[in-house]
T-cell receptor, first 109, second 115 residues
Framework: QKEVEQNSGPLSVPEGAIASLNCTYSDRVSQSFFWYRQYSGKSPELIMSIYSNGDKEDGRFTAQLNKASQYVSLLIRDSQPSDSATYLCAGTGANNLFFGTGTRLTVIP | DAGVTQSPTHLIKTRGQQVTLRCSPKSGHDTVSWYQQALGQGPQFIFQYYEEEERQRGNFPDRFSGHQFPNYSSELNVNALLLGDSALYLC??????????????FGPGTRLTVL
């Protein structure tokens, strides 16, 4: 099993809808989780960090962590075309970040 | 506040050659991690440097080596280049020894093409 697994998508949502991105992780991954956004040809940009069970909200983004189920998710409310990108889930372990393969999101105007 | 910088932006090499990539961390950060990102994949951890020493290493061969300088900047060296080394090489910086709660911020990356 890979340390961090994501549904590679692609995921398409209409403008204004909620986009839901999901990620599971193995026992090798510790307690800190991050969501990065990566536009085509660019480097990953950190958008959310979550360390505790439950929800964390920042503007239109909500990260959810369920340690018992080893599950992390990212909700994007009121999706905009500018949200179209690949979203990478990452978790820490052994002094490094383990990344999923990313989920490609397209927001349709 | 200066972010993470990397040089060069793009690089083309031939098989068997050697390459050096450079990274300057975000102001105030002391830890540098290097990642390789192949097309369509997530970044893969190469190694992390803290206090001028390699602190942790991923599953990469010894052809990949690095260095961290007293000003916290870092280099990634790859010897005997293979076609499969073609990728985006990312540097990420973080604070205070790379504690697991510390966020890592990426530079713009170096696109390496091996012909």
């Amino acid at each position: 099993q890979k340390e961090v697994e994501q549904n590679s998508g692609p995921l398409s949502v209409p403008e204004g809808a909620i986009a839901s991105l999901n990620c599971t992780y193995s026992d090798r991954v510790s307690q800190s989780f991050f969501w990065y956004r990566q536009y085509s040809g660019k480097s990953p940009e950190l958008i959310m960090s979550i360390y505790s069970n439950g929800d964390k909200e920042d503007g239109r983004f909500t990260a959810q962590l369920n340690k018992a189920s080893q599950y992390v998710s990212l909700l994007i409310r009121d999706s905009q075309p500018s949200d179209s990108a690949t979203y990478l889930c990452a978790g820490t372990g052994a002094n490094n970040l383990f990344f999923g393969t990313g989920t490609r999101l397209t927001v349709i105007p | 506040d200066a972010g993470v910088t990397q040089s060069p932006t793009h690089l083309i090499k031939t098989r068997g050659q050697q390459v050096t990539l450079r990274c300057s961390p975000k102001s105030g950060h002391d830890t540098v991690s290097w990642y390789q990102q192949a097309l369509g994949q997530g970044p893969q951890f190469i190694f992390q440097y803290y206090e001028e020493e390699e602190r942790q290493r991923g599953n990469f061969p010894d052809r990949f080596s690095g260095h961290q300088f007293p000003n916290y900047s870092s280099e990634l060296n790859v010897n005997a280049l293979l076609l499969g080394d073609s990728a985006l090489y990312l540097c990420a910086s973080s604070l205070a020894g790379g504690d697991e709660y510390n966020e890592q911020f990426f530079g713009p990356g170096t696109r390496l093409t091996v012909l």
